[in-house]
Each structure stands twice: as C-alpha cells, then as structure tokens.
C-alpha cells in the first residue's frame, strides 16, 4: 500500500501466512523512509540514536515510566521510528509493539518546536504499518485529550476511558491470610510462567508472553499469583517501584474475592509506601469499587483508542483489575 501526501511516502507490504512472509514484510516496513515537505524523514530507530532519544524524552517530557523504553526494546518485535530534521536533531519518535492479534502504538512522541508539520500522523502511520504487518488485526493505544484528534483522523475510535488511581499513604501493617476460600496466594516464580501465559492471553485476548517476562526480569520476586485447591492459576499480580510509590500491575483476578486478597498482600508488603493502579475497564467493571474500598482515588487519565477488529472491555477469564505502566503513548 502507498499514499502519496506531498513528499509522503509510506509503503508497506501485508502479512504473509507463513513466518517467511512476516519477516519480509516486517523488512519492508523497517525499510521505508517518510519524508514531509518541510525535510523531516521518517526511519526506524537505530542503535546510533539512543542519546538522542534520551534527550527528545527529557524535552516532551514523556509521561510513561522512564524504564518503559528500555524493557520495551526487549520485547522481540517491537520497532521504533524516528523523525530526523534537516538541522539533524530528532523532531520525534513512535513505538509499535505486537502482541499477536493485538498491537500497540505507544510512545508518540514530537518535539515542540517541529509541531505542526504532520510529524504525528507520519509516525502513527509508520506504527500501524509496521503491526499491521506483523499480523495485527487490532491496533490499540491510550492517547491524551490533546492527541484524540490526530488518531481520530486516521481512523481510530474511542473505546473506554482509562482510570489511575493512587493511595498516597497504603497500611503500614496488617495481617493477609495465605487463603481464601480455599485459594492461596504465592510468590509468582519463573516457573509458574508456562501457565501464567495461557491464562493471560486468555483473559488478554493476545499474547504478552515477553512483555511479561521482560517486566518479571525488571521487577524479580515483586509477582504474586493465586491457586486454587486443584492448583490452578486465578489470579496474579506484578509489583514495580518508581521512586517511593508502588505500581501494580498488570493485575488480574477470576474473582472480586481473588483480587481483593492480591491487592491486600501487594499493599502488606510495599509497607504503607504509596500505591498506584491504572485501571483499563469501563466504570462497570469491579476493579473500580476494590480500588475504592481500599481508599485509592482515581483520575480519568487517557482515553483507550482501537483500528481494526473491534475488541471487548470486559473478556471472559481473568478480569483485568490493572494494566501495565509500559505501555503509554
């Protein structure tokens, strides 16, 4: 496919079925070069521009967690794009991160004195392309209020609000039983992972096999899981430190009773440090009212925006409770 757009040219080639075909085009994508009539091209990232992208970072001042970018690029198959402006400083940069039938944009960045020149349309359509290629058949971000527009014109559509919620002051000690109702609550190891995969792309809806390991080798002995009496998985959670406060998540439970006894061991043992959540349902979803029974209080932060096959807020399996801080745009 290609759009001529002034100097514009975007190309690339669709999934094969076959793991030959992906690659190809995956190459096909890395390959091609955007270029807007003001000068600025678009590339992929190279090794070459990683000072750059430190400094474009401390500049927009990006709002995900400063470590996202690193475990990302470990995560087999995530690319980059970079906007290279004639002066040679980096105008911006976008993520593509593909999770099988979902992929993710994240990351969009642009600096502020190259705003303006259609940067963000160019670099969102690079990510597309590239997911798309990589057999994505959902394409999902969470944009801010400022940037709905731009993915509104491309094409995506609104689907939920996303809700952070923090508890600036958590229990300093309370006693959490090791069961309930027969399930018992573990320190998730890297054995449970085989298992701990199946059940997430289950309740997902795609595979975030090595967005997990890799946030796992970031965060080692911060996951808890959940087994029942027959010693299946019903629930896990994954600790992750910023500062003094506590990110949870991801986070997901089969029942409220199962997440409530997870996020009362999280909170046991960050010893009353402050706690944050970022929830990715609708207002119906229970994740809501735990988060508020245990005094968090939340703020619609960013809207959740899908291209491509329509995907649902609330899966059957494991209910989402709390999504990763990795991947915001």
């Known amino acids: 496919m290609k759009r001529d757009r002034g100097k514009t040219l975007l190309t690339f080639t669709a999934r094969d079925d076959n793991e030959v075909g992906k690659t190809t085009a995956a190459q096909n994508v890395s390959r091609a070069v955007t270029e807007t009539d003001s000068g600025v091209r678009v590339r992929q990232l190279g090794d070459a521009d990683l000072d750059s992208i430190l400094e474009l970072r401390s500049i927009v001042r990006w709002s995900a967690d400063p470590r996202a970018f690193d475990l990302l690029r470990g995560v087999r ?8 402006a004639p002066d040679g400083n980096l105008a911006g940069m976008v993520g593509a991160v593909p999770l099988g ?15 303006g020149l259609g940067l963000g349309v160019l670099l969102s359509s690079w990510a597309v392309a590239y997911l798309r290629s990589r057999g ?3 394409i999902r971000l969470y944009s801010t ?9 491309l094409g995506f559509q609104e689907v939920t609000p996303r ?9 300093s000690r309370f006693r959490v039983p090791d069961r309930v109702y ?16 199946g059940v997430d792309r289950w309740s997902y809806g795609a595979d975030r096999s090595a967005l997990l390991f890799a946030t796992l080798r970031l965060h080692p002995g911060r996951g808890l899981v959940v087994r029942d009496s027959t010693g299946r998985i019903k629930g896990y959670l994954i600790r992750s430190a910023r500062g003094r406060a506590t990110r949870i998540g991801p986070f997901l439970a089969s029942t409220p009773d199962v997440a409530h006894l997870l996020l009362a061991r999280a909170l046991s043992v960050a010893g009353g440090t ?26 619609e932060d960013r809207m959740r925006m899908e291209l491509g096959e329509k995907t649902t807020t609330c899966r059957t399996g494991l209910i989402h409770y709390g999504t990763t801080p990795y991947l915001a745009t």
């Open 101 to 115: 039938d979902i992929g993710v944009l994240c990351h969009l960045a642009v600096h502020d004195g190259y705003r």
């Open 274 to 299: 402050p706690a944050q959540v970022t929830v990715p349902g609708p207002a119906g979803c229970h994740a809501h009212s735990l988060l508020q029974e245990f005094g968090f209080e939340g703020t």
């Open 145 to 153: 209020l400022r940037a709905e527009a731009l993915y509104r014109s």
């Open 163 to 171: 809700t952070v919620y923090r508890l600036e002051e958590g229990p």
């Open 182 to 197: 027969g399930h018992r609550v573990e320190t998730l190891t890297f054995g449970d992972l085989p298992e701990l995969y």
């Open 77 to 84: 198959d995530a690319r980059w794009a970079v906007a290279d």
């Open 136 to 138: 994505a058949k959902t």
